[in-house]
């Protein structure tokens, strides 16, 4: 099970993706606790800041989107865990999709 | 004013330079008449050959700068307010003199006092996080990160980008563009713009000598980039083996549909600066006067939605240019050109009369 952190936006609007496969860590009990703490299904997106950071992130069928502001308690956890466990992947470009305008 | 720092001799001076520097000799003769309240800029002719605010010229501001110093926590400690000395650490020093640049060209050239038009305090906190790689405006204050020293340098030493966040403040108290897709695009392109035109005003700089660039001084040598991005030509900025390409596009054919960065609030920005530089560059001289009136004047003419796409845009700005200088107008037709060269959809020419 992969839980994927992806960074958008920020002054300078570059896409960072940090991907760890959980079960490959030796502290994967930890990590199992730490992502069923989550408040996935309150997690709603506040009113955009200009130029702060937006936060995309996922694991198994749970996703949430919180900006920077609202990236307190379990959910800063698990990104600073991320973020020390794996180097990001950066891509400057968001994955295409269709289009419709 | 009762707390004016520039000498009256110096306010006299200005005043009388009216055959050169119309709005700053207006706004010294403003000055010189206490407590007066400001006026708005008068209509004018375009005329490339000169600028009407003087570039030098003085304004008042109010400024606060804090020290975060390495935690998250804002405002942080109150370091320099306005009329203190240096305080020899760069970044609060260089976020002092930004902010005066800032509010210098809002002052002297629209008429503004200040993000809100009625003089508040400009305030800033530096040292923000640890290797923090960003900058942003917060509702209240600009806060800057020192950047990681790998790839980022630090952001309070970049004129374009402090201009960029007060513009945000800028745009918060007039049109209120809503930060997501193509509103938060149209946001991020004025906060570029008047960022743009904070550097150019303060160096003097013609359209046509202008980088057109917003945050050239960020990275580290390292990195294979001129800056965050080029009004001139998006997409162009940096081409680097960790940062990958700049993604901005430049035409509306190769807008990007996402939800990640507010619905690609910094990607798709890339179309309407383009659009903006080459109208500047049509127009020619002083990219503050001309077309930078013109973008002014849709901010705060209460016509621009919350929600405006792009080509709702367009049109306002065409309808300003005629408003402001006429139909057949040089600058008319170069705010008209610049949209269809990028590719944005703008109503049909009215005749000239």
């Not at chain 1, 973020?83 to 289009?99: F, L, N």
Request: charged fraction near 25%; aromatic fraction near 8%; include cysteine.
């Amino acid at each position: 099970m992969d839980v994927v952190v992806v960074r958008s936006g920020g002054l300078a609007g570059l896409r960072t993706e940090w991907r760890v496969d959980v079960g490959a860590q030796p502290d994967a009990d930890e990590w199992d606790g730490l992502l069923r703490s989550l408040p996935w299904r309150t997690a709603t997106s506040t009113a955009p800041t200009p130029d702060r950071y937006v936060y995309r992130i996922s694991c198994a069928s749970h996703e949430a989107t919180l900006g920077e502001g609202q990236l307190t308690g379990p959910w800063r956890s698990l990104v600073d865990r991320v973020q020390q466990t794996v180097e990001p992947t950066r891509r400057s470009r968001p994955p295409a999709r269709p289009r419709s305008r | 004013m009762p707390y004016a720092i520039v000498p009256p001799y110096l306010l006299r001076r200005v005043a009388a330079a009216g055959d050169h520097y119309p709005t700053a000799a207006a706004a010294a003769r403003r000055s010189l008449r206490a407590g007066a309240p400001s006026e708005p800029a008068p209509v004018r002719p375009f005329d490339p050959s000169q600028s009407y605010a003087l570039p030098d010229s003085p304004s008042q501001p109010d400024r606060r700068i804090s020290d975060a110093g390495g935690t998250t926590r804002l405002p942080g400690r109150l370091v320099r307010r306005e009329g203190e000395r240096a305080t020899g650490d760069e970044a609060v020093d260089d976020a002092y003199d930004g902010l005066g640049d800032t509010h210098r060209l809002f002052d002297q050239v629209y008429g503004r006092d200040s993000i809100d038009g009625r003089g508040m305090p400009l305030e800033a906190s530096v040292h923000y996080g640890r290797d923090y790689d960003n900058a942003f405006w917060d509702g209240a204050r600009m806060v800057f990160g020192d950047g990681d020293g790998e790839v980022f340098a630090g952001f309070a030493n970049s004129l374009t980008v402090i201009g960029h966040e007060l513009s945000h403040g800028v745009v918060e108290h007039t049109a209120r563009l809503r930060y997501e897709y193509q509103s938060g695009a149209l946001n991020e392109h004025v906060a570029d713009v008047f960022g743009s035109l904070v550097e150019q005003y303060a160096r003097g700089q013609s359209a046509e000598t202008a980088s057109w660039l917003v945050g050239a001084e960020v990275f580290t040598d390292a990195v294979e980039g001129r800056a965050l991005r080029s009004m001139l030509e998006p997409g162009t900025a940096y081409d680097d083996d960790v940062l990958g390409r700049d993604p901005q596009p430049a035409h509306f054919d190769d807008f990007i549909d996402t939800d990640e960065d507010n619905g690609g609030v910094h990607l798709n920005s890339g179309i309407p600066n383009r659009a903006f530089a080459l109208a500047a560059r049509a127009a020619g001289g002083f990219a503050w006067e001309g077309v930078g009136r013109v973008w002014y004047d849709v901010l705060v003419s209460g016509e621009l939605a919350e929600n405006a796409k792009f080509a709702a845009f367009a049109d306002l700005t065409i309808a300003a240019a005629v408003r402001r200088y006429g139909v057949g107008s040089a600058i008319a037709a170069a705010v008209r050109s610049g949209w269809e060269t990028v590719g944005v959809p703008v109503a049909a020419a009215e005749p000239a009369r």
